[in-house]
């Protein structure tokens, strides 16, 4: 029997998160001083800024950009550091992870933080975990980037939970009886989420995969037409989905498109302005959930043409963002537990940090995998160009 999760209304965010353990000595204590004398510890940054998950990678370490300016330092051992993030581009690309990470290992740093995009986590995993230096996944959500890793750590929830609240919420609000599954050929985010909401899903699938640089997705959606489908599922990056998006407008298609985290941009968001498209996406974060952080971080946002730039030429906050500003500060419990910028201190220190942030409580367990029983289900407004939070869903 599936398991069945509960739709609720929008009430308080809840959250939970897991860990691991194990492995190699680093060499280096991830501690340099500066020209002025002071204490200078280095955090790793491991996200794509170029490539199909650019834009995401972009709008994640907005949030860690944003707690950094806010927070520059920390009390370590007793002796003030000043907080250094040291950025390595992973370019959306499994063949580029490895060398970007071991970039950052180069660098010294004390631990790392992410990737947004799960198959990058995965590849760039086994040279963290040679080096015995501590990564903090923050959306990447694929169960692979901790599977067999005792370094990889995440604050999100899994692939597993996320595809079926997408297919239980699909058959709850839309009755769906057949659903189209798209993802891009190969990419193992989009290929694990369709299989688990296959495996959810109590009702007829139809399932394509499109190579990679796919531009033109009418034959697709024309299909999921032909095929007289309930709903669309299609959780790929934001290069893609604005395509699809855009040509789902255009067509005047009226199938209601699910979509994943990865959605949850407002890119995506002004490709559906205006339109009769009807787009719902899984994600972390809902605006409002802490005012006092989104007043700061539209103000971060808007106040730097760069950092507006990267956001996607607004302040609507993503949910990643949100992710990033988290990830950041669980990183600094990390150093002040370990009461040592050793990677091999902090990474032992790792396992029982705890962290209330804006997307709710932090921890971790022995496995290595997030625990969240809560999602947020969010709803383009494409006359008003916001998001709606149409429901919040839990595990029974």
Do not use: H
């Amino acid at each position: 029997m599936k398991k069945k999760l509960s739709l609720l209304l929008a009430g308080a965010m809840a959250l939970s998160l897991t860990a691991c353990g194990g492995g190699t000595q680093p060499s280096a204590n991830s501690q340099a001083p500066s020209n002025n004398g002071e204490k200078v510890v280095r955090i790793g940054v491991f996200e794509p800024s170029t490539g199909d998950s650019g834009p995401g990678g972009k709008q994640e370490m907005l949030g860690m950009q944003y707690a950094n300016q806010e927070t520059p330092t920390v009390e370590v051992g007793g002796e003030t550091y000043r907080v250094e993030l040291v950025y390595a581009d992973n370019g959306s690309d499994a063949s580029k992870a490895p060398t970007a990470a071991a970039e950052l290992v180069s660098k010294d740093v004390a631990l790392v933080l992410g990737s947004y995009g799960s198959g990058v986590s995965i590849a760039g995993g086994p040279t963290f975990e040679e080096a015995g230096l501590a990564a903090i996944g923050v959306t990447c959500t694929n169960p692979g980037v901790t599977a067999g890793n005792d370094y990889y750590f995440r604050i999100c929830f899994l692939d597993p939970f996320q595809g079926t609240v997408l297919a239980n919420f699909a058959q709850e609000k839309f009755s769906a009886k057949k659903a189209y599954l798209l993802g891009e050929l190969g990419n193992d985010y989009d290929q694990g989420l369709l299989t688990f909401f296959e495996q959810a899903f109590d009702g007829e699938v139809v399932k394509d995969s499109f190579p990679k640089d796919t531009a033109d997705f009418s034959t697709y959606l024309n299909k999921a037409q032909a095929e007289g489908c309930d709903v669309i599922f299609c959780p790929v990056s934001i290069a893609y989905s604005t395509q699809i998006v855009k040509l789902a407008a255009s067509m005047g298609l009226e199938t209601p498109i699910l979509g994943s985290d990865t959605l949850d941009s407002n890119m995506v968001l002004e490709a559906a302005q205006n339109s009769k498209v009807q787009l719902f996406v899984s994600t972390f974060y809902q605006e409002g959930g802490a005012p006092e952080f989104d007043k700061g971080i539209k103000e971060f946002i808007s106040g730097d043409s760069t950092n507006l730039t990267n956001n996607g030429g607004n302040d609507t906050i993503a949910a990643v963002t949100a992710m990033g500003y988290d990830a950041y500060y669980t990183a600094l419990e990390a150093l002040k537990a370990a009461g040592s910028v050793n990677a091999a201190d902090v990474k032992a220190a790792l396992p029982g940090v705890t962290y209330t942030g804006v997307s709710g409580a932090i921890a971790f367990d022995d496995t290595g995998d997030a625990i969240r029983d809560t999602a947020y289900i969010k709803t383009a407004d494409t006359a008003n160009n916001v998001w709606a939070l149409e429901a919040t869903q839990t595990v029974k």
